[in-house]
């Protein structure tokens, strides 16, 4: 299994303001990923973030607007930038192996923007 | 389009009531299905999951769930449910190495 932190747990930003959200893993590991859950919706896949590269959005999410990085195994961030009240939602944080055998989750960042 | 769809938003039930949550998904070919939990206040955990094998998965805390491939369905079942079961449940399909969600279903459990 692996543990993972996420900071902020919650925040809440002007619009036109950028957040960048942190996430730590206890233990290296070959997949991370972001997600987005916005009020009384399912999780929505953003980016794959690569170690060491470029990470690979999904159709609808762009680097300008969610900009990631993955430094090493063990650590992403994402940033929102610009924000608007609609990118108000839970931003969550995922690993897994390389197969995909079992994914874990951090407890989100819960942003608000008003 | 790829997707998960969850029957119920929304349900509530007493306990010892026995539960069954729908998930259906319309991908084709090879799939990993996966349910997880999401209590009050904490993160998202793994129930169970199928890859291959028996149709009839056992989980955590007394869930199971059965793939019916004719069907493209990964139901969730338990037989008599706790008030500690209070929580969202979400299916989710492995397709091409990216997790896709249905959009989960919230249950109340009535003590």
């Known amino acids: 299994s692996a543990v993972i932190s996420q900071k902020p747990s919650r925040d809440i930003c002007q619009r036109g303001t950028s957040l960048t959200i942190q996430c730590q893993v206890d233990s290296q590991v070959t997949m991370m990923f972001w997600y987005r859950q916005q009020p009384g919706q399912s999780l929505t896949l953003i980016a794959t973030?690569?170690?060491?590269?470029?990470?690979?959005?999904e159709s609808g999410f762009v680097i300008d607007k969610f900009p990631i990085s993955r430094p090493n195994l063990t650590f992403s961030t994402l940033t929102v930038s610009n924000m608007s009240p609609e990118d108000s939602s839970i931003y969550l944080c995922?690993?897994?192996?390389?197969?995909?055998?079992?994914?874990?989750f951090g407890q989100g960042t819960r942003l608000t923007v008003v | 389009a790829q997707s998960v769809s969850q029957h119920n938003h929304h349900v509530i039930l007493s306990e010892a009531a026995s539960l069954e949550l729908g998930c259906n998904y319309s991908?084709?070919?090879?799939?990993?299905l996966f349910w997880y939990v999401q209590y009050p206040g904490q993160h998202l955990q793994l129930l169970l999951k199928?890859?291959?094998?028996?149709?009839l998965v056992k989980g955590i805390k007394g869930f199971e769930a059965e793939f019916i491939k004719s069907k493209f369905s990964f139901n969730l079942r338990k037989p008599s449910v706790q008030w500690s079961d209070t929580a969202e449940y979400f299916c989710?399909?492995?397709?091409?190495?990216?997790?896709?969600f249905g959009a989960g279903t919230t249950v109340t459990v009535r003590a």
């Open positions: 973030a690569n170690q060491g590269s470029e990470a690979t959005y």
């Open positions: 199928y890859f291959s094998g028996d149709p």
């Open positions: 989710a399909v492995n397709n091409d190495y990216k997790l896709s």
């Open positions: 995922s690993v897994a192996d390389r197969g995909l055998t079992e994914a874990f």
């Open positions: 991908y084709g070919g090879t799939v990993n």
